[in-house]
């Protein structure tokens, strides 16, 4: 595949990666990180709404994944709460089902993310008998779901149809998840509800599965995101720290270390570019091997990065002061959801 981003992506990225350092997210989180999970900034949030990020792949602003790539890349790369694959996801699912709140979805007025059931388990199940639609059981894990207001939840009943519902989140049994990630939150949504016909939608066949790739993509995209932030920081430690009179980013095992972690997230960024023009595309075969393939290698390339950073810095890496633990744990929890990679490895074995 020949393919390289476009001046305006580029721009994009780099305009997102300007913003996020004026307004740090770790830097702002490190006060209360003690004091329970991290929430969704409101600043952060009206920042995406007037930004139009949060509607950027609805209909009418036309945005790509590779555009939402870029973005989540560099909110990855920070360290960020705002989830903003997950805020534009459910936007343009919203926008496609015509949904009446999918304009104040968009400026960021009323909180919607997406929700599915788990791709390795049977803990959410939907049924219609009649025109009322019954939903149960459990969510996948979903960030920032403390903050939302609604839920769009999309699901394959026992009959094979596909659906979505808005369902508020006073409606749900909302359990938060304490995970190994602390720049984050994580909760999931039991759900008990019969909803009558005019309260969900159907939805063409393949989008539920469409769902649950975008999702492991970004995922996978977010931990590209830290690993990169990492190698950065890794790169810069070994070119001033001294040992034996020299710096430690002269010795060859350290640069070893440093390259390989190098070459690991350059070819990682390379195979989730090709997961997202799969996402762009038509063809769900091409999508389901670009995606299991491109998650399952990423994840893998991130969490041995996040290692070896871990090694790079020494003693400094292991203390709670240092930044490089709090992306070292969100790379875990990515590696972990929406598809382990050992579910996308099975995946892509029979694709």
């Known amino acids: 595949m020949d393919f390289a981003l476009s001046d ?24 209360a990180i003690d004091d329970g999970p991290a929430r969704l900034p409101a600043s952060g949030l009206r ?29 990855g790369r920070a360290g960020s709460a705002l989830p903003v694959a997950d805020l534009a996801i459910a936007a343009s699912l ?3 089902v015509g949904h009446p709140t999918a304009a104040s979805a968009q400026t960021g007025e009323h909180i919607v993310l997406p929700a599915v059931g788990s791709p390795e388990t049977l803990a959410l199940r939907a049924g219609i008998d009649g025109d009322i639609l019954h939903l149960s059981g459990t969510t996948a894990p979903v960030t920032g779901l403390i903050d939302a207001h609604s839920i769009v939840l999309a699901a394959v009943t026992d009959s094979g149809t596909e659906v979505a519902a808005l369902l508020p989140v006073e409606t749900l049994d909302v359990r938060s998840l304490e995970t190994l990630d602390l720049t984050r939150s994580w909760a999931v949504a039991g759900v008990d509800v019969a909803l009558p016909e005019g309260a969900w939608s ?10 649950h790739d975008r999702l492991a993509t970004f995922r996978a995209v977010d931990a590209l995101g830290a690993a990169a932030r990492l190698v950065d920081l890794s790169v810069e430690y070994a ?38 023009v799969a996402l762009d595309g038509d063809d769900p075969a091409a999508r389901t091997r670009a995606v299991s393939g491109a998650v399952a290698y990423a994840c893998t390339g991130a969490s041995t990065t996040a290692q070896t950073a871990l090694q ?3 003693g400094i890496g292991f203390t709670w002061e240092h930044d490089v633990h709090l992306l070292l744990r969100r790379i875990k929890v990515d590696e972990l959801l929406d598809g382990s ?9 029979t694709a």
């Open 94 to 96: 919203l926008d496609a």
């Open 8 to 31: 305006e992506q580029v721009n994009l990225g780099e305009t997102e990666r300007a913003w996020l350092a004026k307004n740090d997210p770790i830097a702002a989180r490190r006060p």
């Open 312 to 314: 790079v810095h020494g």
């Open 239 to 276: 070119s001033s720290r001294t040992q034996f009179g020299k710096t430690i980013g002269s010795f060859q095992a350290v640069k070893h270390h440093c390259a390989n972690m190098a070459t690991t997230t350059e070819t990682s960024r390379a195979t989730l570019w090709a997961a997202a």
């Open 341 to 349: 990679v050992s579910y996308h490895r099975r995946r892509l074995a």
């Open 202 to 211: 159907h939805l063409p066949p393949g989008t539920v599965a469409a769902i």
């Open 47 to 75: 920042h995406l709404a007037q930004s139009g990020l949060i509607g950027l792949l609805t209909a009418e602003t036309g945005g790509t994944h590779v555009d939402l790539l870029v973005l989540t890349e560099e909110h």
